[in-house]
């Protein structure tokens, strides 16, 4: 089924490859977007938190309401690809003009939900109850003073009316083989925490620092003592776990010790327990570092975004797992490790289960090592990689469809 889109997939890619928007300002694509679904016939809602489009295709019969979910926007990296139909867009980032790449794939997930709305269209007699079809908005985060995102269109109401009953989403993966696709029940990306930890001493000559509460040296101590909540405070071979200071900023002059010292970090973590301890210890390493070296901490934790842990039902899996290895083979179906990066597909699981699986966009005998990364202006996908992802969401749809027959 999927082979017979996968033209109109592979040319709905490119355009949107070389047409990025950024988080919140995706106005040309959801306009694109809705075009295409309304020509299926479907019904079609735009505005969602901002610049999401819905649609809804009602097979006429009594069934479960499946949620598909591809995210839309691009980030501000110049491309260079060197494909003959590289972006070329502008775009403005926190007040800068600024290049903008669909340099994490989300082109492809425009496209291959593109392809399974207009597949399960026309193909209406294999479906009992609803297919729900989100295309989202920000999913890198919404600009500064916005909200955005899974978490906004949630808040709006998107898994309601109808009523979402599991959400299914699949994600490019460039160092995973074309044809391929990858899964891990339980947490299989983190939750991610932003953090700013704020530490007040007293400013003094540079020369007299017996004079000073210094913030500087209190900071560094609270950083090196944030290192030791994984290491020692976490049962790492349960699930991973990151604690990043990411920025420092603090002082003007080498001769003058500052009175204050911001530090801003990320903490990831894979399971809902863990997350807790991790916020739990900041403060409390941060609050007590600072109160002994006479200084205050000030601690804000989440400061900014926060997403929940990306968990894959266990339940779930299980059940989906036989037909895709059925249908696309065992051997291309991978079992994987989670992994530290994050994403808001989480908030829809939220609501309800839900399986976010990798798709694989590698050509064919590439070391994965040197695939471009996700985020660079190197980023690849093998388009031959995409019909696979239309067939796992034609197919985790159909089967849960036809597992949970009312």
Avoid at 98 to 117: F, K, R
Avoid at 134 to 149: L, R, T, Y
Avoid at 208 to 215: A, E, G, L, N, T
Avoid at 331 to 342: F, I, P, W, Y
């Amino acid at each position: 089924m999927a082979t017979s889109v996968e033209q109109d997939v592979i040319e709905w890619r490119r355009h949107f490859h070389q047409h990025p928007e950024l988080s919140n300002r995706e106005f040309e694509t959801a306009k694109r977007i809705a075009d295409e679904l309304k020509q299926l016939g479907l019904e079609v809602q735009t505005g969602i938190a901002h610049t999401g489009v819905v649609a809804v295709l009602d097979s006429g019969k009594p069934g479960p309401v499946v949620a598909l979910r591809a995210d839309i926007d691009g980030l501000p990296v110049k491309e260079i690809s060197g494909l003959p139909f590289a972006s070329k867009a502008v775009g403005e980032y926190n007040g800068q003009q600024v290049p903008v790449m669909h340099a994490c794939g989300h082109d492809t997930h425009i496209a291959m939900l593109l392809g399974t709305a207009k597949m399960l269209s026309q193909h209406k007699e294999l479906l009992t109850g609803k297919v729900k079809f989100i295309f989202q908005p920000a999913e890198e985060g919404a600009p500064a003073g916005e909200e955005g995102g899974a978490e906004l269109m949630v808040k709006q109401g998107v898994m309601k009316k109808p009523d979402v009953d599991v959400v299914f989403g699949v994600h490019i993966w460039s160092n995973l083989e074309a044809g391929k696709i990858s899964y891990k029940p339980g947490g299989t990306l983190a939750a991610v925490d932003t953090f700013k930890i704020v530490v007040k001493g007293k400013q003094a000559h540079g020369a007299y620092p017996w004079k000073s509460v210094d913030p500087v040296v209190t900071s560094a101590q609270i950083i090196m003592g944030l290192q030791t909540i994984v290491s020692r405070e976490l049962e790492l071979i349960e699930e991973a776990a990151v604690v990043t200071v990411g920025s420092i900023h603090g002082g003007v002059r080498s001769n003058i010790i500052p009175n204050e010292v911001e530090i801003v970090g990320t903490l990831r973590s894979l399971n809902p327990e863990m997350r807790e301890h991790i916020r739990e210890a900041v403060k409390r390493k941060a609050i007590n570092i600072a109160a002994s070296m006479g200084a205050v901490a000030e601690v804000t934790v989440p400061f900014g975004a926060n997403y929940p842990v990306t968990y894959n039902d266990p339940a779930l899996m299980g059940k989906m797992l036989p037909y895709l290895q059925n249908n696309l083979g065992s051997e291309n179906v991978v079992l994987s490790k989670a992994q530290t990066g994050a994403e808001d597909f989480s908030f829809y699981q939220q609501q309800v289960p839900g399986l976010f699986l990798g798709v694989g966009g590698m050509p064919k005998g590439t070391n994965k090592e040197e695939a471009p990364a996700h985020h660079t202006p190197e980023f690849f996908v093998d388009e031959a990689g995409l019909k696979t992802g239309v067939q796992t969401l034609i197919g985790l749809t159909l089967d849960y469809m036809n597992s949970h027959q009312q």
